[in-house]
T-cell receptor, first 113, second 109 residues
Framework: EAQVTQNPRYLITVTGKKLTVTCSQNMNHEYMSWYRQDPGLGLRQIYYSMNVEVTDKGDVPEGYKVSRKEKRNFPLILESPSPNQTSLYFC????????????FGSGTRLTVV | GIQVEQSPPDLILQEGANSTLRCNFSDSVNNLQWFHQNPWGQLINLFYIPSGTKQNGRLSATTVATERYSLLYISSSQTTDSGVYFCAAHRSGYSTLTFGKGTMLLVSP
């Protein structure tokens, strides 16, 4: 089944403790991106990657890092999480920039206390 | 960037009723999608429809690209249709899929 897999689905952590949210797709998509969803602010792009070793900032990149060492994986790294990073996170992938549509993962609900 | 506006913001229906959700976008797009966010927060892709008409069961969608709008039709609504419906558009040359603010649908038994 074609899908984007995010892990974990739920995470509660403490301020300052580094964490990684994994994202993997099995569709051989070139393009991958991360979004966060917050009440009243909608979905906003954090980072995106056009292909292996090519990443760039989205609208809200502060406090996040990403890497794209393999085509299928695009992890989101929070080096020192803060409470304002409490949010619902989504990973998405597509061929090119949106060609054929974006496929989203099931989401990761992160709480930083 | 592109602007995406959805209407209505909220909708309450009795089970069995039909509804139409609208999405207006400010510029030409190469990607237009409709998503349903269920109560568990998952974004379910309903349609990839940059132009034309598609149908999937009780749901159908139409995009008129030249007039920059898309419509999502839900017929014979069920309680499981409840949730938030998002329209999202992507314009060639931009990196972001831009989402509208959504239509929150509540279908009561």
């Amino acid at each position: 089944e074609a899908q984007v897999t995010q892990n974990p689905r739920y995470l509660i952590t403490v301020t300052g403790k580094k964490l990684t949210v994994t994202c993997s797709q099995n569709m051989n998509h070139e393009y991958m991106s991360w979004y966060r969803q917050d009440p009243g602010l909608g979905l906003r792009q954090i980072y995106y990657s056009m292909n292996v070793e090519v990443t760039d900032k989205g609208d809200v990149p502060e406090g996040y890092k990403v890497s794209r060492k393999e085509k299928r994986n695009f992890p989101l790294i929070l080096e020192s999480p803060s409470p304002n990073q409490t949010s619902l996170y989504f990973c998405a992938s597509s061929h090119g920039q949106g060609a054929g549509g974006y496929t989203f993962g099931s989401g990761t609900r992160l709480t930083v206390v | 960037g592109i602007q995406v506006e959805q209407s209505p913001p909220d909708l309450i229906l009795q089970e069995g009723a039909n509804s139409t959700l609208r999405c207006n976008f400010s510029d030409s797009v190469n990607n237009l999608q409709w998503f349903h966010q269920n109560p568990w927060g998952q974004l379910i892709n309903l349609f990839y429809i940059p132009s034309g008409t598609k149908q999937n069961g009780r749901l159908s969608a139409t995009t008129v690209a030249t007039e920059r709008y898309s419509l999502l039709y839900i017929s014979s609504s069920q309680t499981t249709d409840s949730g938030v419906y998002f329209c999202a558009a992507h314009r060639s040359g931009y990196s972001t899929l831009t989402f509208g603010k959504g239509t929150m649908l509540l279908v009561s038994p």
